[in-house]
């Protein structure tokens, strides 16, 4: 069984400040991990995944497989980054995404 | 070009009646993934399709619920007989196929509500 854990459903942080949204799996095979956002009234959409170890406006994720972790990180947040962030998990021969509950991320000027 | 899109965006229904949501995905894509998101939860997987078949109804979570996908295009998910518990957004998500690199795209859902 897969399983995704988003440990806080709600992170307030002010502008400026450091940000990082906790994300945990269980999955027994060498899993793909992604990080999906959703803006106020827009639809979800996908921020980055591990396999391309890409930064996207600012944001960061490294897969730590010792400590199962997918966490997603930025040094500086910014105003315009509130917005629910959800990660999600593939794993091997399956299409469906296995999702997580989410973290609603304020940042407050 | 145009994303993902879902009728009708908002769907109030009566517990008992049965219900059809429909899924116009990006053309030219041949996967389409139906996903179910409740109340403060994550997005559920209920089925997904490539091309015109269903090689993954794992997540249909009773046979109350079907699918079905015609030309490659548009598909349309059929809850019969309603219960409260079926009330969530239902997103549809397409991508250019469904091998493992390729990224799904979402609609902006239905939201159903069953009184």
Redesign the interface.
Known sequence: AQRVTQPEKLLSVFKGAPVELKCNYSYSGSPELFWYVQYSRQRLQLLLRHISRESIKGFTADLNKGETSFHLKKPFAQEEDSAMYYCALRGTGRRALTFGSGTRLQVQP | GA??SQSPSNKVTEKGKDVELRCDPISGHT?L?W?RQRL??????LI?F?GNSA??KS?LPSDRFSAERTGESVSTLTIQRTQQEDSAVY?CASSLD?A??Y???????TRLTVT
């Open positions: 994303g993902v996967a993934y996903y403060g939860q994550g997005l559920e997987f997904y490539q090689p993954d997540g997103l469904s493992r690199n990224e799904q795209y979402f609609g902006p859902g």
